[in-house]
């Protein structure tokens, strides 16, 4: 019965229609089944529903395949819904055109984060040249100021200097430091080396030489030269008794202790439990 039925149905035109088909199906079957079909290329095969004689004898078909539009053929009348569009090309092209909106997306978005990060003036990411800024100002126009007023405050920069180490990126810093290794380039921390070259030692002997005869020949004899040859100076003979002990003279030098000096050691020696005995007072 209709009103046991629970979910969709399908609306009553539409079994109408597709039962007439059937019905006009099985009347040219019928047809066809009495009288011999005559074969028309212009008019359109009706579609077949059901079991079917086939369409002539066996002696009488052609050895060729059917043709796939009479397969293929059917009525647009039982499409439901409304139609896809037709497609704009095929499946690589719009892949293709779908990859290409992605890029220029993502290209638009890396544009507008990079626009909204803060960046810094030129003056403050490039180091300073080799002139010195204050050599293009007036130094009458300059008032004295402390931080200024050291030794090398004006001292010019060297010209040898490299500034690029400042800015140089990795890659260009690997390749100076194997430049460097291999001896192709001097080292960029070595500023140009403008000393004279050292005197050989030959030559400060020479002028060493020189220098002592022009001294004996113009200039007079110091006291200590007289002293020394008049022989006024003299070594006086050292009396252990009259002075302070000192180590050196006294027991270093590995020298040997004779009988004699010995004994008078231990003389001395026995005197120095009297000089640091408590004394007694009763």
Do not use: C
């Not at 077949?48 to 009488?60: H, Y």
């Not at 990411?125 to 010195?132: G, I, N, R, T």
């Not at 004279?196 to 004996?216: Q, V």
């Amino acid at each position: 019965m209709e009103g046991d039925l629970v979910g969709p149905v399908i609306p009553p035109h539409i079994l109408a229609k597709r039962k007439r088909k059937a019905e006009e199906a099985a009347a040219a079957a019928a047809a066809a089944s009495k009288s011999p079909p005559t074969e028309d290329p212009d008019s359109k095969k009706r579609r077949t529903v059901g079991p079917a004689p086939p369409p002539a004898p066996l002696n009488e078909r052609s050895s060729g395949y059917p043709d796939d539009d009479d397969n293929n053929d059917s009525s647009s009348d039982d499409d439901i819904g409304p139609a896809l569009p037709p497609g704009a090309g095929t499946e690589v092209d719009q892949e293709l055109a779908a990859q290409r909106r992605l890029a220029m997306f993502a290209e638009a978005q890396a544009t507008k984060a990079d626009d909204s990060k803060p960046k810094r003036d030129e003056w403050m990411l490039v180091p300073p040249k080799s002139e010195d800024w204050a050599s293009k100002v007036d130094p009458t126009k300059l008032k004295n100021r402390k931080f200024q007023s050291g030794k090398g405050a004006k001292a010019p920069q060297k010209a040898g200097r490299d500034n690029s180490l400042w800015t140089e990126s990795p890659e260009e810093r690997r390749k100076r430091l194997n430049d460097e290794v291999m001896g192709i380039r001097k080292p960029a921390t070595q500023g140009d080396n403008t000393k004279k070259p050292s005197i050989s030692a030959a030559e400060a002997e020479e002028t060493a030489r020189r220098i002592k005869e022009y001294n004996e020949k113009n200039r007079n004899r110091s006291l200590y030269d007289q002293h020394k040859s008049s022989g006024s100076i003299r070594e006086k003979e050292d009396n252990p008794s009259a002075r302070a002990f000192d180590r050196e003279k006294d027991i270093a030098g590995g020298r040997k202790v004779g009988h004699q000096q010995k004994k008078e050691m231990l003389q001395r020696a026995a005197q120095f439990g009297d000089r640091f005995s408590s004394g007694n007072f009763l």
